[in-house]
């Protein structure tokens, strides 16, 4: 690893400050991280030292949300991440750093396209029920709990309850290679799973909880694999050992501003970061 200057020390720092923030505040914002990270570093090696600041960060969000967590949502997500990740890694033998980042960057721009999509089509979707007298139920169970919200498409359309239960599957298990991969790739399953959390309906606090889970498991379970790739060595974890001192604050910082933040501005900023990585990972 190349000697890093001065200022590139203070990038990697603040990134890693912006990790604590983003398990505890704004998931998704640490695509930000990631993209100063490949800029500072090389892009390979700077997915090796991102990845124990980033469980550091899983586990203060877990001690913070712990008792939040949707599990069901968990485990339906888990197998199909699994099969993401082995993905990833036969993929990162094979790509060179340019077609990594162009990559994540392409996959995570289309996720927010076309999460905002589904939001938009969902919203005329409920005021038209709204408008009938059908929706309000529905509408109340949108903002009462920490969960995901109640599949309505059965009653809208006449379909066979099995059908929405059959797309939600597909859904989870499309989303979980998607994050799995991703998150092996690059460190950048943050946005794809925020992007599917936020599509299934879920609150602040269930959906922090979730992805603070989600996160912790994955990444420790990468840990193997990086190694095995030669992206966490003993140079890497010296790095890591000064970044962590950063990840504290960012968490403390996160965590005293989410109750201020609401739901609607929480999703934007949610899919602004989303966006605003991928540009950064296309244009670096």
């Known amino acids: 690893m190349d000697a890093i200057t001065i200022w590139g020390m203070a990038a990697l720092a603040a990134a890693a400050m912006l990790v604590g923030f983003s398990k505890t505040a704004v998931s998704g914002a640490n695509t930000i991280s ?3 990270f490949a800029a500072v570093l090389p892009a390979r090696q700077s997915t090796g030292v991102l990845l124990p600041v980033l469980i550091a960060g899983d586990v203060l969000a877990v001690l913070t949300y712990r008792r939040h967590a ?5 485990w339906r997500l888990f197998p199909a991440v699994a099969v993401g990740v082995v993905i990833g890694t036969g993929f990162l033998f094979r790509a060179d750093d340019a077609v990594v980042r162009t990559s994540i960057g392409v996959i995570l721009l289309l996720m927010a396209g076309l999460t905002l999509w589904r939001r938009r089509s969902g ?3 409920r005021t038209a029920s709204a408008a009938d007298g059908a929706g309000a139920a529905d509408e109340g169970a949108v903002h009462s709990g920490t969960g ?5 498409d059965a009653g809208e359309t006449g379909t066979p309850a099995a059908d929405p239960l059959r797309r939600g599957r597909a859904k989870a298990r499309s989303y979980g290679v998607l994050g799995g991969f991703t998150t092996m790739v690059a460190n950048a399953g943050g946005p794809v799973m925020s992007l599917y959390l936020i599509s299934a309906g879920f609150r602040k606090l269930g959906f922090l909880g979730t992805s603070a889970w989600f996160f912790l498991i994955v990444n420790t379970a990468k840990v193997p694999f990086s190694v095995g790739l030669g992206l966490i060595d003993a140079r890497s974890l010296l790095l890591d050992a000064v970044l962590l001192v950063f990840v504290v604050p960012g968490a403390l ?12 501005l929480f999703e934007q900023l949610v899919l602004g970061a989303t966006v605003l990585g991928g540009v950064q990972l296309l244009l670096h």
């Open 148 to 152: 995901p919200t109640a599949v309505g």
């Open 70 to 74: 949707h599990w069901p949502t968990l």
């Open 123 to 125: 919203e005329a979707a």
């Open 34 to 36: 990631l993209a100063v």
């Open 253 to 264: 910082i996160g965590r005293a501003c989410v109750h201020r933040i609401n739901q609607r």
